[in-house]
């Protein structure tokens, strides 16, 4: 079983002290692959070292929602100049964020408007970040376009979900829907297509019901998916490999990824059996 976490925050200072433990733990839970999406400019080269160091990180550059009012337009080329040197699978963590009052609405709009245009001039998809702001998201979705992405977090309502889902998008789902009481986005996770949904932790925030109040981690992926597999009474199996399928489709640039952690034996076609083969074999 193969797992990849659409969405989770490994450059962060909460994981400072363990960073390469936490890794390998998923890895041994069965997450194959870890999608780091930057959230500030300052942060760029810390996700990119990142990806290089580990061959189960992967990388995307974006400007959060949350951040825009601390950056410049300078944040914006920086955003150009990474997407351009190479190696991002997305643009993100961008987006919305219309839950904290007394923000910048119009700045925020504006920050996301242009991320959008570089994500398409680039041909990237998008991780998108829409607390409170599903419907202002989408129409700048429809009026700007692109190459679709995921909508990270999702907790709309299903027609919003639909809508995404006809722009290109899949939604993620993670830690939220692990607790009883959210009935509506569990609903949500029962009846969606499974061919939309990815998974994804957002460690090391929105934990689990399990590591309620604690630091989230990619190796939970494996429970959540148990728990979506519960939530539409199919195996676990099934979940690990629809959402993995999902989120390669809508990421392509993860293929590369995936592939170069095979086995050099299974990358290459087997040989021909030769006249001394059985003796060289023993």
Same mark, same amino acid.
């Given at each position: 079983?193969?797992?990849?976490?659409?969405?989770?925050h490994?450059?962060?200072?909460?994981?400072?002290?363990?960073?390469?433990?936490?890794?390998?733990?998923?890895?041994?839970?069965?997450?194959?692959?870890?999608?780091?999406?930057?959230?500030?400019?300052?942060?760029?080269?810390?996700?990119?070292?990142l990806?290089?160091?580990?061959?189960?990180?992967?990388?995307?550059?974006?400007?959060?929602p949350?951040?825009?009012?601390?950056?410049g %337009?300078?944040?914006?080329? @920086? $955003?150009a100049?990474a997407?351009? +040197?190479?190696?991002a699978?997305?643009?993100? #963590?961008? *987006? =919305?964020?219309?839950?904290? %009052?007394?923000?910048?609405? @119009? $700045?925020?709009?504006?920050?996301? +408007?242009?991320?959008?245009?570089?994500?398409? #001039?680039? *041909? =990237?998809?998008?991780?998108?970040h829409?607390?409170?702001?599903?419907?202002?998201?989408?129409?700048?979705?429809?009026?700007?376009g692109?190459?679709g992405?995921?909508?990270?977090?999702?907790?709309?309502?299903m027609?919003?979900?639909n809508?995404?889902?006809?722009?290109?998008?899949?939604?993620?789902f993670g830690?939220?829907?692990?607790?009883?009481?959210?009935?509506?986005?569990?609903?949500?996770?029962a009846?969606?297509?499974?061919?939309?949904?990815?998974l994804?932790?957002?460690?090391?925030?929105?934990a689990?019901?399990?590591?309620?109040?604690?630091?989230?981690?990619?190796?939970?992926l494996?429970?959540?998916?148990?728990?979506?597999?519960?939530?539409?009474?199919?195996?676990?199996?099934?979940?690990?490999?629809?959402?993995?399928?999902?989120?390669?489709?809508?990421?392509?640039?993860l293929?590369?990824?995936i592939?170069?952690?095979?086995?050099?034996?299974?990358a290459?076609?087997p040989?021909?059996?030769?006249?001394?083969?059985?003796?060289?074999?023993g």
């Open positions: 079983m193969q797992l990849i976490d659409t969405h989770c490994l450059d962060a200072a909460e994981f400072a002290a363990d960073r390469s433990g936490v890794i390998a733990e998923a890895v041994s839970a069965g997450v194959a692959l870890m999608v780091v999406p930057a959230v500030e400019a300052g942060c760029f080269d810390a996700v990119r070292a990806a290089a160091a580990e061959p189960r990180c992967v990388s995307a550059f974006g400007i959060h949350l951040y825009v009012e601390a950056a %337009e300078e944040a914006l080329d @920086a $955003l100049g997407l351009r +040197a190479g190696g699978v997305a643009v993100g #963590e961008i *987006g =919305l964020d219309f839950y904290v %009052e007394g923000c910048d609405r @119009a $700045l925020q709009e504006r920050f996301f +408007a242009e991320q959008l245009r570089l994500a398409r #001039e680039f *041909g =990237l998809p998008v991780l998108l829409l607390r409170k702001a599903q419907d202002t998201v989408l129409k700048h979705l429809r009026r700007i692109g190459a992405g995921i909508a990270h977090a999702f907790n709309g309502s027609q919003q979900a809508e995404f889902i006809r722009l290109g998008f899949r939604l993620g830690g939220a829907m692990t607790y009883e009481r959210a009935r509506r986005l569990r609903d949500l996770a009846r969606l297509p499974l061919d939309a949904i990815v994804e932790t957002d460690a090391p925030d929105m689990p019901a399990w590591a309620a109040h604690s630091r989230n981690v990619p190796g939970h494996a429970r959540i998916a148990g728990m979506l597999a519960a939530l539409r009474g199919v195996p676990i199996e099934e979940i690990a490999a629809r959402t993995t399928a999902n989120a390669r489709a809508v990421l392509p640039r293929g590369p990824a592939d170069a952690l095979a086995p050099a034996h299974r290459r076609p040989r021909a059996r030769g006249p001394h083969r059985d003796a060289e074999s």
